[in-house]
């Protein structure tokens, strides 16, 4: 089946921990993309990449950190200089089509990060 | 910055009638898209429309755009009770990325 997989599900931190979170998908997409979301929120990107080894912030970027080094894998790591880490984390992959615009997303189910 | 908003927040109806949401945004677009989030869960997208289209159906969705009022509204007709979710529109504009409003939460009574 394609898809996006994101792990792990849950995950507990430690004030002070980094984590890495997963984020793997066989659709042969160009574009990936990390957003976060609070209780009752809408989301908020992250990073993005667009091609292997380059990546973009978005608009909260500060306190984590990604990489692109394969088309299929862009994990996401929350530093510990990230303030308020808990969250729920979305990944999520598109085409890029025609001039740059962006089609549909395909979002994987989540992460949910929870600081101690 | 959060480009859509939506409205309302949050929207009770009875199984069988009707369900429409609003978006506003504040930029010029090239496309705007309907995504659906049941609790806990990944998104999933609905519909696109191109900022040349005026409407869009699919199924029981029917989708309408006003770029000259930055506006654009989902409709459901015939909701169900499975149509609980949150729904949330998304702008796109030139560049590779989604802006996300904060959403309407829709609950469907049986």
Redesign the interface.
């Known amino acids: 089946d394609g898809g ?1 997989t ?1 792990s792990p599900k849950y995950l507990f931190r430690k004030e002070g921990q980094n984590v890495t979170l997963s984020c793997e998908q066989n659709l042969n997409h160009d ?1 990936m ?1 990390w ?1 976060r979301q609070d209780p ?6 992250i990073y ?1 990449s ?1 091609i292997v080894n380059d990546f973009q912030k ?2 909260i970027a500060e306190g984590y950190s990604v990489s692109r080094e394969k088309k299929e894998s862009f994990p996401l790591t929350v530093t510990s200089a990230q303030k308020n880490p808990t969250a ?1 984390y ?1 990944c ?1 992959s ?1 085409i ?1 089509r025609g ?12 992460s ?1 990060l929870t600081v101690l | 910055s959060q480009q859509g908003e939506e409205d309302p927040q949050a929207l009770s109806i009875q199984e069988g009638e009707n369900a429409t949401m609003n978006c506003s945004y504040k930029t010029s677009i090239n496309n705007l898209q309907w995504y659906r989030q049941n609790s806990g869960r990944g998104l999933v997208h609905l519909i696109l429309i191109r900022s040349n289209e005026r409407e869009k159906h699919s199924g029981r969705l029917r989708v309408t755009l006003d770029t000259s009022k930055k506006s654009s509204s989902l409709l459901i007709t015939a909701s169900r009770a499975a149509d609980t979710a949150s729904y949330f529109c998304a702008t796109g504009a030139s560049g590779s990325r989604l802006t996300f409003g904060e959403g309407t939460q829709l609950t469907v009574n049986p």
Not at chain 1, 40 to 45: A, P
Request: charged share 15%.
């Open positions: 996006i994101q574009a993309y957003y009752g929120q809408g989301l908020r990107l993005y667009q978005g608009d729920f979305l999520a598109s890029l001039m740059g615009s962006t089609g549909e997303l395909f979002f994987g189910e989540g949910r």
